[in-house]
């Protein structure tokens, strides 16, 4: 790792909202982080399949509006949206669900923010069981890949079952568990539920059954 598991989480912005979509109530899950690099570098390192390689797994498709993109024992989806530099959308279609995903561009000083945002309907249920952090972790370890991947371009994607890569991750993931916990408590949640959702979410990330 070119960096620690502190500076990818202090690099990282999270909020949560709600919105509706075809007239259902949905939450949006957003996470952010500033590059320093250019939009159409950063667009160059999300859209060139031999990159995306690199910082997500394998993952195949026709990376085309119009195409679909499928990521190895992942997710898959349809290619909604290409606005070079600045815009993708794309449906995320997990476990027989399909939600959406915009991930915006910006120019930021001599750097470019990344913003993900999530959007589907979440049941209340699954809500309450694992809260947001069940998605926000996820897509803070995509930005981390990504940063991991735009410091060293040429390096093989990190590998999770590396014994110290595998301590950092986990370090890194309970700081944000917590974090996703605190930013559902602001937006109105109830702070125990929130919190004991965080724990349970940490634990199903790490493999820890201790935290359930």
């Not at 898959?76 to 995320?92: A, E, F, M, N, R």
Request: charged share 25%; proline share 6%.
């Amino acid at each position: 790792m070119k960096f620690t598991p502190s500076d990818h989480f202090d690099a990282g912005q999270r909020s949560l909202s709600t919105t509706t979509r075809d007239g259902q109530p949905m939450r949006v899950i957003t996470a952010s982080r500033t590059f320093d690099v250019t939009p159409e570098e950063l667009w160059d390192a999300l859209t060139m399949p031999e990159r995306v390689q690199r910082w997500l797994g394998p993952t195949s498709g026709d990376f085309k509006v119009g195409g679909r993109f499928d990521i190895e024992d992942n997710a898959s989806g349809d290619i909604l949206t290409c606005d070079k530099p600045t815009l993708i959308q794309v449906t995320w279609e997990y476990d027989g669900d399909t939600s959406w995903v915009d991930a915006t561009l910006t120019p930021s000083g001599d750097g470019t923010t990344l913003t993900v945002k999530h959007t589907a309907v979440i049941p209340l249920e699954w809500w309450e069981q694992f809260g947001a952090g069940a998605v926000g972790i996820g897509w803070e370890m995509v930005l981390m890949g990504i940063a991991e991947h735009l410091a060293a371009p040429d390096a093989p994607q990190l590998n999770p079952a590396d014994p110290v890569l595998r301590s950092r991750f986990n370090e890194f993931m309970a700081a944000s568990s917590v974090a996703w916990a605190d930013t559902e408590i602001a937006a109105g949640g109830d702070p125990d539920q929130a919190r004991a959702a965080a724990e349970r979410t940490l634990a199903s990330y790490t493999g820890d059954s201790s935290e359930t």
